[in-house]
């Protein structure tokens, strides 16, 4: 009977593990996906960063351009 009572133990500590070990794996694959998601977002965040770096120099640009006084060849 003890030895019955042993295996019984034995397999709700299995049990146990087992089930920490699949909640770790979920917690892994929630966290793999936060992780791409933040990537994405980062990826995106890059993206727009430069398109508003780009969008200020033509800005830039064309404000110099239509500030400038032209006296013959050279700007004055």
């Known amino acids: 009977m ?3 009572l042993s ?3 034995a397999l709700r ?3 146990q593990v087992a089930t920490q ?3 770790g794996s979920e917690y892994s694959s929630q ?4 992780l791409q998601a933040a990537q994405a ?3 995106s965040l890059e993206a727009l960063s430069q398109q508003a770096e780009e969008a200020q120099l ?3 640009q064309e404000e110099w351009e239509q500030g400038l006084v032209w006296e ?5």
């Open 72 to 76: 013959g060849d050279s700007p004055k």
């Open 7 to 9: 295996l019984v133990a």
């Open 13 to 15: 500590m299995l049990h």
């Open 41 to 43: 977002r980062i990826i």
């Open 31 to 34: 966290l793999e996906a936060s």
């Open 2 to 4: 003890s030895l019955i």
């Open 58 to 60: 033509q800005q830039e």
């Open 21 to 23: 070990v699949a909640r």
